[in-house]
């Protein structure tokens, strides 16, 4: 993602501006998947917890005391479509963008890079889903501590399922996948599936 000459470096806005490029719905919505992975993990990962109220703010109208009706939170899969662009007279989405650059690691900016620029995705085709795998393990013995298939040994997932991949490899009879998403109640996004149970092409 390149910068826009004459303003400041902002990952965001790199992102927002490449966003009207990708038509394709499944871009968009790999691209819309990543904003949201974004704001939860600025919420989870980071000590300050008023970043994204602070963003917000900045970002609807410049002022750090706001009204009342501004305090609702953003909805940031729809980011890319309020941004007024950085020619536009409402500097304060510029201000709120040199914000979250000043204040995000780099680790964490350099990870949404990687779910926002993804090029592989993962559709399940069995028409009975299929059971995401913490291994190769038989799926009865992994039931044994995972019952319910919550996470812990095994998630299931259901026919036209899409997940995006930061990586796949062929094991066996499987694919090791990594998601751009974390699944399943230990926020996991490492997993073995079945390879007959899915079909994996570009975005």
């Not at 871009?27 to 704001?39: G, P, T």
């Amino acid at each position: 993602m390149a910068t826009t000459e004459n303003s400041a470096p902002s990952f965001l806005r790199d992102a927002f501006e490449s966003y009207a490029q990708y038509t394709a719905d499944q871009k968009q919505d790999a691209q819309q998947r990543a904003l949201q992975w974004l704001q939860t993990h600025i919420e989870s990962d980071l000590s300050d917890k008023t970043i994204l109220t602070q963003f917000a703010q900045k970002w609807r109208t410049g002022n750090n005391t706001p009204s009342e009706a501004d305090q609702s939170p953003l909805n940031w899969a729809n980011l890319p479509r309020s941004y007024k662009g950085n020619k536009s007279i409402n500097s304060h989405q510029e201000e709120a963008l040199k914000f979250l650059e000043e204040t995000i690691p780099q680790e964490l900016q350099d990870d949404f890079k990687a779910r926002w620029e993804v090029k592989t995705k993962l559709k399940v085709s069995n028409t009975s889903g299929t059971p995401l795998k913490v291994d190769e393990t038989d799926l009865k013995a992994l039931q044994e501590n995972d019952p319910n298939g919550e996470g812990k040994n095994w998630y299931q997932v259901n026919k036209g399922d899409v997940y995006y991949l930061l990586s796949s490899e062929e094991k066996d009879d499987h694919y090791r996948i990594v998601t751009t998403e974390e699944i399943g109640s230990d926020n996991r996004n490492t997993w073995y599936v079945s390879k007959e149970d899915v079909s994996i092409s570009g975005v």
